[in-house]
């Protein structure tokens, strides 16, 4: 059996070959409180001989990476715990691929058959489930799993090594809880401070609480070398606030505005496209809402060539928002065991016309798959599992892969609310703090934010207002005027010019960006086959 790793040789890539074993590192990880890149990460797996010595060290760091480790009759691979630098393999004639890049295996190796279920999910729910991918031979590494390929008996082992699964915290002080919040927060932004080593600092910021949040706390901590920049309509809230919230904290701030010129200029471009195949991987559909700004102030020179960007991803979630829709619909009534769970995650998310009921079982089984190596008990509060899958899936394959977009442009990038010690912190409260009240929303305003005068609320509606909105307009209605509402980046501009010349046989929401897009994607396959 050959062997083909190929990793692109940026981001802090590092290799080298200790004794018998060839070391892949790229990334940055923190270890007991310290930071480790390039030789310094890679001496972590020197002494590394099986695959519980191998979990044992994916389970003690944290940080933004992606590690392989070829020894003479074994392959180990991880991608770090909501997959920020994925990772793809196949094997063909004989050959064992890893890569950075899926389009490189799919290109040099005819890997070529798609698997139509998975297309299905693609374009309803934007990402392929669990290890798959749109090709039934090419995979990807999951979040917080690695892979241990054997290349005598050339069977792959798959093991999850992390999951965003919190035991239920048992303080219930507000005021303690919020002094731990305060106390982690501190904590996981000098150690971004740390990795950035004085580097120019972007920010993508919105009107949001999140991007809001990182830009403060790197105030808080003296940090000066920052830009922002906010993007989109120009008579946006979002503008509104994002600029006000720069000015007050005294950081320079560019706005890049969309407009209908831009936007069929950007989809009609050879760039653009080569972007969203570099991008979506075969797995991901693209995400490209901050493309025209990156591309912007790459081009205009307005940040410095080692610019580090620092997206809000995703405090929103953290704090509960995703639970209280889940809470408003279900309920979770009878939700006491890992089979209604699966049967909510696949009612909630599962809900297209594309999936049929005949093949649910193959969708249901991908879901139950993810929590084989979960620790699951009393202690654990069954709905936190949709959270779970939620972060693991869409999160890390759509969210987070959005962090493409710096890539294409040589740029890094640093995700300080997935700390794991702060993501846990948050997915452990007790319910009552997500669903009845948003401690979130409270410790950001009130101890965050009121300090600089920057502690304006996000517009948002009550939950269960919002359904008996839907109920009474009915569902088209209400995803209309949701969608309009929300046009901030001018979807519909990008809908329009992105949806001229399609032929496509499945089923997908014509007014929906993230399914046409994915439709607009597979479409541009079958033109380069």
């Given at each position: ?50 695959s ?44 064992f ?22 297309v ?17 031979d ?10 241990e ?13 992390y ?7 048992k303080?219930n ?53 920052i830009?922002c ?21 005294g ?18 471009s050879?760039?653009f ?5 570099y ?6 559909v ?16 307005l940040?410095?060539?080692d ?40 009612s ?10 005949n093949k ?39 969210i987070?892969?959005?962090c493409r977009?710096?890539e ?42 009121k300090?600089y ?49 399609f ?27």
């Amino acid at each position: 059996m050959k062997i083909n790793i190929n990793i692109d040789h940026t981001f802090d890539y590092f290799e080298e070959r200790y004794q018998d074993k060839i070391i892949v590192v790229q990334g940055y990880v923190f270890y007991k409180k310290e930071l480790y890149k390039k030789k310094s990460f890679s001496k972590l797996f020197y002494t590394i001989t099986t695959s519980q010595e191998f979990e044992d060290i994916l389970k003690n760091i944290d940080g933004i990476y992606r590690v392989i480790i070829q020894t003479p009759n074994k392959i180990w691979a991880s991608v770090d715990s909501v997959r920020s630098l994925p990772l793809f393999y196949a094997i063909k004639n004989d050959l064992f691929i890893i890569c950075d890049n899926a389009n490189k295996i799919v290109q040099d190796n005819k890997v070529e058959n798609y698997n139509h279920e998975k297309v299905k999910e693609f374009i309803s729910l934007s990402f392929t489930s669990s290890h798959s991918t749109l090709l039934t031979d090419l995979y990807q590494i999951d979040s917080g799993q690695y892979i241990e390929y054997d290349f005598d008996s050339e069977v792959i082992e798959r093991q999850y090594y992390y999951y965003y699964l919190s035991m239920t915290t048992k303080i219930n002080s507000k005021e303690i809880l919020l002094e731990l919040a305060i106390e982690i927060l501190f904590n996981v932004f000098k150690e971004l401070i740390d990795s950035v080593e004085n580097k120019t600092i972007v920010i993508p910021l919105s009107g949001g609480y999140d991007s809001r949040l990182i830009i403060t706390m790197l105030k808080k901590l003296n940090y000066s070398n920052i830009i922002c920049f906010t993007y989109g309509r120009n008579s946006s809230f979002e503008v509104k606030i994002s600029k006000e919230v720069a000015n007050k904290l005294g950081i320079k701030w560019y706005f890049i505005e969309y407009t209908e010129e831009i936007i069929k200029e950007t989809v009609e471009s050879k760039q653009f496209k080569e972007y969203c195949y570099y991008c979506a991987n075969f797995s991901s559909v693209p995400h490209f809402q901050d493309y025209i700004a990156v591309k912007y102030l790459h081009d205009n020179h307005l940040i410095p060539i080692d610019s580090i960007f620092v997206p809000g991803h995703s405090g929103d979630l953290l704090g509960g928002s995703h639970l209280r829709k889940l809470y408003a619909q279900y309920q979770f009534k009878h939700s006491d065991t890992l089979s209604d769970m699966i049967d909510i995650i696949y009612s909630y998310w599962y809900k297209d016309k594309n999936f049929n009921k005949n093949k649910d079982v193959i969708y249901r089984k991908d879901i139950k798959y993810y929590f084989k190596d979960a620790t699951i008990n009393n202690a654990v509060t069954y709905a936190n599992l949709t959270d779970c899958w939620d972060i693991a899936n869409r999160q890390g394959k759509f969210i987070i892969n959005s962090c493409r977009v710096y890539e294409f442009f040589n740029y890094q990038f640093r995700l300080p609310l997935w700390n794991r010690e702060l993501a846990s912190f948050w997915l452990s409260l007790p319910h009552y703090y997500k669903v009845e009240i948003d401690l979130y929303e409270e410790f950001v305003l009130n101890y965050i934010f009121k300090e600089y005068q920057i502690d304006f609320k996000s517009k948002k509606i009550n939950i269960s207002r919002k359904l008996l909105i839907r109920k009474v307009l009915g569902e088209a209605i209400f995803q209309f005027l949701k969608k309009r509402k929300k046009d901030t980046t001018l979807f519909s501009l990008f809908i329009k010019y992105m949806s001229k010349e399609f032929t496509s046989k499945y089923i997908f929401d014509s007014s929906h960006i993230n399914q046409v897009t994915a439709i607009w994607y597979l479409e541009s396959l079958k033109k380069l086959r």
